[in-house]
């Protein structure tokens, strides 16, 4: 363990859909297979969520080699707030800590997402995969049709 101070990565980001629809994206398998942790090279090989309290998820790509990235909801609070622990046991064994605060607006929803605990070496790379995770929803929810 280290005696390093952690850091926090947060991210916000307007959304043009429906405040349920941006939040049931990261609790929905199907959907988050398509843009959470997804890469343009890499293949979704395994996407399980059990989206209640206490649950968890798993979700796995492979890429030159399996990347699994793990955690565990603390918090569900439809369609205010998403609260789980985050880790990727290939490059740390330790759990962190990511917060998504849903805002609704006249059209749309705001998100902000906040990753605590992290590491400091791995603050960049968090930042950039989490923008990219954002960015990817939006694509996505963009691309697809359908109620809220």
């Not at 997804?38 to 979704?44: D, I, K, S, V």
């Not at 090989?45 to 565990?72: C, L, N, P």
């Not at 740390?92 to 929803?109: E, H, I, K, M, Y």
């Amino acid at each position: 363990m280290t005696n390093e101070p952690a850091g926090k990565v947060v991210i916000s980001r307007r959304f043009d859909f429906p405040i349920e629809r941006v939040f049931d994206a990261w609790l929905d398998p199907a959907q988050a297979g398509k843009f959470l942790f997804a890469t343009p090279t890499g293949q979704m090989i395994r996407v399980e969520i059990d989206a209640h309290v206490g649950g968890s998820f798993t979700i796995t790509r492979r890429d030159a080699e399996d990347i699994e990235h793990v955690g565990t909801y603390l918090e569900i609070d439809r369609p205010r707030r998403l609260v789980f622990t985050f880790g990727v046991p290939k490059f740390s064994a330790q759990l962190t800590r990511v917060n998504l605060d849903f805002r609704p607006q006249p059209t749309g929803c705001d998100l902000t997402l906040t990753h605590e605990d992290v590491l400091p070496e791995w603050v960049n790379s968090a930042r950039d995969g989490w923008t990219k995770i954002v960015d990817a929803l939006a694509s996505h929810l963009a691309q697809t049709s359908g109620p809220a």
